[in-house]
């Protein structure tokens, strides 16, 4: 059985984006029209043409069909999922997700989104960074952005039906590993 909510995590160029945009057209099925694409990146940074390559990259591998939001906040990205009853694919929640402290409540609101589109059957794919698997920051930013990151993803997870990790280009689905404390494919805890 194909998950109703799943993950994609990994590292700066394993692969995630693409992966999560193959199965997310492979569960979605006959074209997956109509959808939405999330992207809470920035649609643009001055002067850097790294950045417009890789907006390029996603642009060329998505259908033209499918509606784009541009989202910078985690209540947006919640609001804008429970409104929506279409399949949506959230790339990524990092620069959302890692925008929030423990005090806030935009987390638990984001989560609460996702399990209601759980709930309903409305299929979403979400793609996240797994920062904590690189190189440390030595500075208290960088340290608060990589634990942000690493709490917004544990929450989301927390929720998903299925979790993969990317990693080289190749996936592992960690809601199937033994004592993995998600929901299998299946959709039961294990």
């Known amino acids: 059985m194909e998950p109703v909510v799943a993950m994609v995590i ?3 160029r394993s692969g995630k984006s693409e992966i999560a945009e193959k199965l997310f057209m492979q569960w979605a099925g006959s074209g997956c029209n109509p959808a939405i694409y ?3 990146g920035p649609a643009h940074i001055e002067g850097d043409e790294a950045w417009a390559e890789r907006l390029a990259a996603h642009r060329a591998r998505r259908p033209s069909t ?4 541009e989202i910078d906040t985690i209540d947006e990205l919640a609001r804008q999922l429970d409104i929506a009853d279409v ?3 959230v790339d990524s929640l990092t620069l959302v997700g890692a925008s929030v402290d423990s ?3 935009g ?3 984001l989560v609460q989104a996702i399990e209601r589109r759980r709930r309903n059957s409305l299929l979403t794919v ?3 960074d797994e920062v904590g698997l690189s190189v440390h920051p030595v500075f208290s930013a960088g340290i608060a952005f990589q634990d942000q990151a690493g709490i917004a993803n544990s929450s989301v997870a927390s929720v998903c039906d299925s979790v993969l990790l990317a990693v080289a280009g190749w996936v592992v689905e ?7 404390p998600f929901r299998s494919s299946q959709g039961s805890r294990q």
């Not at 499918?66 to 939001?69: C, I």
């Not at 960690?174 to 993995?180: I, N, Q």
Request: glycine share 10%; proline share 7%; aromatic share 4%.
């Open 103 to 105: 005090r806030d409540h």
């Open 126 to 128: 979400l793609v996240a």
């Open 87 to 89: 399949p949506v694919l």
């Open 107 to 109: 987390l638990d609101s």
């Open 38 to 40: 999330v992207a809470t």
């Open 66 to 69: 499918w509606k784009t939001l």
């Open 10 to 12: 990994g590292g700066t």
């Open 174 to 180: 960690l809601s199937r590993l033994p004592g993995s």
